[in-house]
């Protein structure tokens, strides 16, 4: 007998599909209306069982009201794009190709290309650069590290190991993302070997600061090999100097890494493009396309100035993966010989549809609202006299706290992450938390095309309202 898991009934599956697509565009459709966040403990998930014969269809419907909350416009925390209900399109085309993309010949290769093409002209990067489709700038991160490691110590440092030659340091700001510090444990430097600099009164890294701890550990022997920029830190949204920054690490001859996780869409605005003055300097660049960009989760790349770097660093092909020359085993060279994951899905299709459907000026455009909802925020809350606005760059990240007379700054720090729980809780927003200057502060963050003023205005009156019943 032979066993397949393709429906006995196809007509019977054809309708189950289409009953679920018709329940997911329904909450697709409603995504504005409802709470922003459930607490998941009322989802009954149903047992796995051995003989299995059940249709999941009831469980994955009663799934829908509990995602994270990042669909409805007034998700604030942390910076999560909303996504675009014609990414559900995309995915399904990539289901139903079920393209293992970390090689071969085949039409999702050449998909990824399109796309990395594409990423290197908006960057201002060269042709014979490279790049890839990952699951975000974490993985990003890793692998413009590891080829800026790699190229550092000619090559060498993957067959030695690290125990060879001098201890190799990074530099960042003391804002950078905490997957730098990751990255630097896998790729077996120490979380000690990356420097975190002082921040200037806007949150950017010290010129000076750079250039003296350059100094410093060349004078101590150590090897200094890469300079990480961040553009947009997470807590306030600061961009470095990207032009003076990258300049320094050109002068010392040191590979400049640019984390542009989220603010990577300002290169779309006609507006706000001059905030990333110098990116192009980068010879590497790790950015998201599922924050600003609104592409459905996940989504992230990598860019390499240089694709002989890249190739360099990741390409060593065994036997059963040969250049075939012709036929699929074809068509040199594959993302595997520019990261490390063999299986991959087809993740670059929900990009290049979302840059097709809607286009990079209106992507663009998006961008420029939510800034201007966050600069209408900040003067809303400075109007509040409750409300102290905390930090506001001139980005699309908010920082504030409500205050109230006879509380000392430990008591205020209680009082406002009660306050961001019970509005969670509430169902009312969801913004989160960070440290502005020692206050805890509310932080909200505008990544999302479906948030309107309104929205805003009813944030401010909730924060009001819970704050005076919370003093």
């Known amino acids: 007998m032979t066993h397949t898991l393709d429906p006995d009934d196809w007509q019977a599956f054809r309708a189950r599909a289409r009953d679920m697509l018709e329940t997911v565009l329904d909450e697709m459709e409603s995504y504005r209306e409802g709470p922003?966040?459930?607490?998941?403990?009322?989802?009954?998930?149903?047992?796995?069982?051995?003989?299995?014969?059940?249709?999941?269809?009831?469980?994955?419907?009663?799934?829908?009201?509990?995602?994270?909350?990042n669909s409805h416009p007034r998700f604030f925390g942390w910076v999560h794009g909303a996504g675009?209900?014609?990414?559900?399109?995309?995915?399904?085309?990539?289901?139903?190709?079920?393209?293992?993309?970390?090689?071969?010949?085949?039409?999702?290769?050449?998909?990824?290309?399109?796309?990395?093409?594409w990423c290197l002209e908006l960057f201002g990067l060269p042709e014979t650069g490279s790049g890839l489709i990952t699951t975000g700038?974490?993985?990003?991160?890793?692998?413009?590290?590891?080829t800026a490691r790699d190229v550092a110590t000619a090559f060498t440092i993957g067959a030695d190991g690290v125990r060879s030659g001098p201890e190799l340091i990074g530099y960042a700001s003391q804002g950078v993302h905490a997957c730098f510090e990751r990255a630097f444990d896998m790729l077996g430097l120490g979380k000690a070997s990356l420097r975190k600099l002082p921040q200037d009164e806007m949150g950017?890294?010290?010129?000076?600061?750079?250039?003296?701890?350059?100094?410093?550990?060349?004078?101590?022997?150590?090897?200094?090999?890469?300079?990480?920029?961040?553009?947009?830190?997470?807590?306030?949204?600061?961009?470095?100097?990207?032009?003076?920054?990258?300049?320094?690490?050109?002068?010392?001859?040191?590979?400049?890494?640019?984390?542009?996780?989220?603010?990577?869409?300002l290169?779309?605005?006609?507006?706000?493009?001059g905030k990333l003055n110098g990116i192009e300097l980068a010879d590497s660049i790790g950015f998201d396309f599922?924050?600003?960009?609104?592409?459905?989760?996940?989504?992230?790349?990598?860019?390499?100035r240089d694709r002989e770097h890249q190739l360099r660093a990741f390409s060593d092909r065994p036997d059963y993966l040969a250049d075939a020359g012709r036929g699929i085993g074809s068509d040199l060279p594959w993302p595997v010989d520019l990261g490390p994951e063999l299986s991959r899905g087809f993740r670059a299709l929900k990009v290049w549809t979302q840059l097709i459907e809607h286009g990079p000026e209106k992507l663009g455009?998006?961008?420029?609202?939510?800034?201007?909802?966050?600069?209408?925020?900040?003067?809303?809350?400075?109007?509040?006299?409750?409300?102290?606005?905390?930090?506001?760059?001139?980005?699309?990240?908010?920082?504030?706290?409500?205050?109230?007379?006879?509380l000392d700054e430990a008591a205020l720090d209680t009082l406002n992450q009660e306050l961001v729980i019970r509005l969670q809780e509430d169902g009312i927003?969801?913004?989160?938390?960070?440290?502005?200057?020692?206050?805890?502060?509310?932080?909200?963050?505008?990544?999302?095309?479906?948030?309107?003023?309104?929205?805003?205005?009813?944030?401010i009156d909730a924060v009001i309202e819970i704050g005076k019943k919370l003093s």
């Open 267 to 273: 290169q779309l605005s006609d507006r706000h493009r």
């Open 290 to 304: 599922h924050k600003w960009m609104q592409v459905n989760y996940d989504a992230g790349c990598v860019l390499i």
């Open 429 to 459: 927003a969801a913004p989160s938390t960070t440290r502005i200057n020692g206050h805890l502060a509310i932080r909200v963050n505008i990544t999302n095309h479906r948030t309107q003023l309104s929205d805003l205005d009813l944030l």
């Open 36 to 69: 922003v966040w459930r607490h998941p403990d009322d989802l009954e998930l149903p047992q796995i069982s051995g003989k299995g014969g059940s249709t999941p269809d009831t469980a994955l419907k009663s799934l829908l009201p509990f995602g994270v909350g």
């Open 204 to 265: 950017r890294i010290r010129a000076d600061a750079l250039k003296a701890a350059i100094a410093e550990d060349r004078e101590a022997g150590r090897q200094p090999f890469v300079v990480c920029a961040t553009a947009g830190t997470v807590n306030r949204g600061a961009i470095d100097d990207l032009r003076a920054v990258g300049e320094i690490a050109k002068r010392e001859g040191l590979w400049y890494h640019i984390d542009a996780a989220f603010a990577a869409a």
């Open 137 to 146: 700038t974490s993985m990003a991160t890793l692998i413009g590290l590891k």
């Open 365 to 406: 455009q998006v961008v420029d609202e939510n800034i201007e909802q966050a600069g209408y925020l900040a003067s809303k809350i400075e109007t509040e006299p409750e409300l102290d606005l905390l930090s506001y760059m001139g980005l699309n990240i908010c920082c504030f706290r409500y205050v109230a007379e006879g």
């Open 84 to 117: 675009t209900p014609s990414g559900l399109l995309a995915d399904m085309v990539a289901s139903t190709l079920n393209a293992n993309c970390g090689g071969r010949n085949h039409a999702a290769i050449r998909v990824e290309r399109a796309v990395i093409d």
